[in-house]
């Protein structure tokens, strides 16, 4: 065989040797970026789950802590407030930004300030911090509302949950609120059968019953202060 017929011969060889070479790295390249594709996505899926997993415990502690401070709080007494308070401000420590936490801190102190201590800042500092970070919540709404009563605003504590019910955004405390805004603008029957409606949703309220309680002394109804008031310290 001449030397040119044997260099023809040798090159479909060569070429598919090459191929062969080729195709092996080829095939391992993509397998090694399969792998490795699958490595990151596991990866990114675990995190994910983690951080998933990591919300919802989160969540729920902070929901734990909230039902609780709510608890302590319908108690009204300053033992109970202070409890409510230390509670709220757990879930501050989880999330700074919580609207619950914030909403939730303005009345404990709201409440506190009713017996003489100094918190009616405290309380206005967490309403506002409520509004800031947009706190759609019955609590926030309240303690505004406490808070106008408390100075002197009541009708227009009184136009302001008017405003939430048009919204059908209520709760028993919220009610408590509207019949204690239209007591102090002399409105008592009126106000008399909103807090009762208000104690209907929530008969655990301690300050629902106290506000009733007054109600009725203003009335000059004396019998029905001190039935309503011996279900306080039962």
Do not use: C
């Not at 609207?99 to 009345?107: K, M, T, V």
């Not at 309240?142 to 302001?160: D, M, V």
């Not at 949950?161 to 919220?174: A, M, V």
């Amino acid at each position: 065989m001449s030397q040119p017929e044997s260099a023809k011969s040798a090159a479909p060889a060569e070429r598919a040797a090459s191929e062969s070479t080729f195709a092996k790295r080829w095939q391992s390249t993509t397998f090694g970026r399969f792998a490795r594709d699958i490595a990151i996505l596991g990866a990114l899926l675990g995190g994910g789950m983690f951080l998933y997993r990591r919300h919802v415990v989160t969540r729920e502690e902070i929901n734990g802590l909230a039902v609780e401070a709510r608890d302590q709080l319908k108690k009204n007494d300053l033992a109970s407030l202070s409890k409510a308070e230390r509670l709220y401000k757990q879930i501050l420590e989880i999330d700074a930004n919580s609207d619950r936490a914030h909403a939730g801190l303005a009345e404990p102190y709201f409440w506190e300030s009713r017996v003489g201590l100094p918190t009616t800042g405290d309380a206005e500092r967490h309403l506002a911090k409520a509004v800031e970070v947009r706190a759609e919540r019955p609590e926030r709404y309240a303690a505004s509302a406490y808070l106008k009563i408390a100075n002197g605003r009541a009708a227009e504590a009184e136009q302001e949950i008017r405003g939430l019910l048009e919204r059908n955004f209520g709760s028993p405390t919220l009610a408590h609120a509207l019949g204690w805004s239209m007591a102090e603008q002399g409105k008592y029957v009126e106000a008399s059968r909103v807090i009762k409606q208000a104690m209907e949703s929530d008969f655990s309220a301690v300050a629902f019953r106290m506000t009733m309680s007054e109600l009725a002394h203003r009335h000059g109804q004396e019998l029905s202060t001190i039935k309503t008031l011996r279900d306080v310290v039962k």
